[in-house]
């Protein structure tokens, strides 16, 4: 039996560009979330000031604590998921260094760079490739 196609792929093509970008998701959402928590603690705290050394108070702080705990694994799942969509960047970002060392290595510049339909920064390819048609028609003159 075949795989999915989904798991045949690669996903970490450029993994320091891939791991930088969710280690960023993922440093602003545990800040935005620190944020939320000491908001959230300050605010009832503040509204009314006795809560957290009663009973309700326990339970108001366990359930503090259990979202601080599913925040974590929000994180954790955000920024693996980073690298899922990372992905369609580093793919074809991937493919057109290699295609424009080959051209260099090759020195024939009536190569063409070609991206998967419906890959990302096709019009980036399509620019350097009208760039390259550029040289040749200049070359041949």
Sequence with gaps: MSRPNFLKRKYLINKPLQFKYALLIGGVLFVMMLLV???TYLLI?????NLFSSTLGRSVRAIQLWMAINSVIY???IAALSI????KIAGPLYRLEK???EILD???VRQRI?????D???SLADLINRLLERFAHVSKN
Excluded: A, C, M, W
Excluded at 45 to 49: D, E, G
Excluded at 84 to 87: A, G, L, M, Q, T
């Design 37 to 39: 928590q000491t908001h």
């Design 45 to 49: 705290q503040s509204l009314l000031p």
């Design 75 to 77: 994180l954790i799942v």
């Design 84 to 87: 899922f969509i990372s992905h």
């Design 99 to 101: 295609s424009i060392q």
């Design 106 to 108: 090759s020195n024939d």
């Design 114 to 118: 070609s991206l998967r339909k419906g």
């Design 120 to 122: 990302e920064l096709q």
